[in-house]
């Protein structure tokens, strides 16, 4: 099993340019979430979702989208990227909702 | 607010030299307390689950318990792989879950 798969690992993007953080699972988990997570501070949800079709918010919501139309995938979307959005996120899965979470690799992304 | 806050923010032992980390939560109706380790530049990787006041549990040179209102990560006798961050976590509302920022621990040989 390769586990959660992110890509890109890297990402500069321009102000005011669109990007999407793919992820992907192969363990079959339900839950599949997003976050960021800045220098020094830990980690902050961005969305989260409990099946295939099925998303919502986290903690820090705002400039992101996501959608689930499989249980393997689970992307990120960023519609017109600000400097606050420079980060590095993390996508993670787990089987159920208080169950440990496996993480993937991050992708960093700066926006300029 | 219900928060999960971690100290200290980084700690600096010898090689042998035994700590602990603090994670104390003030989220109502705990429902299991997480620990994962963090490698720079990679994604957390699990260590231990605790779900109830006395628990503890134990992988090689670490050993996390909990009590009702923190859990404490012990370090015997660290080595310098020991070295990388470590995060506290526990479940908020249903379906997500509110990490710390981490303490930040070197070991040196």
């Known amino acids: 099993n390769a586990g959660v798969t992110q890509t890109p690992k890297f990402r500069i993007l321009k102000i005011g340019q669109s990007m999407t953080l793919q992820c992907t699972q192969d363990m079959n988990h339900n839950y599949m979430y997003w976050y960021r997570q800045d220098p020094g501070m830990g980690l902050k949800l961005i969305y989260y979702?409990?099946?295939?079709?099925?998303?919502d918010k986290g903690e820090v919501p705002n400039g992101y989208n996501v959608s689930r139309s499989t249980t393997e995938d689970f992307p990120l979307r960023l519609e017109l990227a600000a400097p606050s959005q420079t980060s590095v996120y993390f996508c993670?899965?787990?089987?159920?909702?208080?169950?440990?979470?496996?993480f993937g690799p991050g992708t960093r992304l700066t926006v300029t | 607010e219900d928060q999960v806050t971690q100290s200290p923010e980084a700690l600096r032992l010898q090689e042998g030299e035994s700590s602990s980390l603090n994670c104390s939560y003030t989220?109502?109706?705990?429902?299991?307390l997480f620990w994962y380790r963090q490698d720079p530049g990679k994604g957390p990787e699990f260590l231990f689950t605790l779900y109830s006041a006395g628990e503890e549990k134990e992988k090689e040179r670490l050993k996390a318990t909990l009590t009702k209102k923190e859990s404490f990560l012990h370090i015997t006798a660290p080595k310098p792989e020991d070295s990388a961050t470590y995060l506290c976590a526990v479940p908020y509302n249903n379906n997500d879950m509110r990490f710390g920022a981490g303490t930040r621990l070197t070991v040196k040989p």
């Open positions: 993670a899965s787990t089987l159920g909702a208080v169950d440990e979470q496996y």
């Open positions: 989220v109502s109706g705990l429902r299991g």
């Open positions: 979702s409990v099946g295939a079709g099925i998303t």
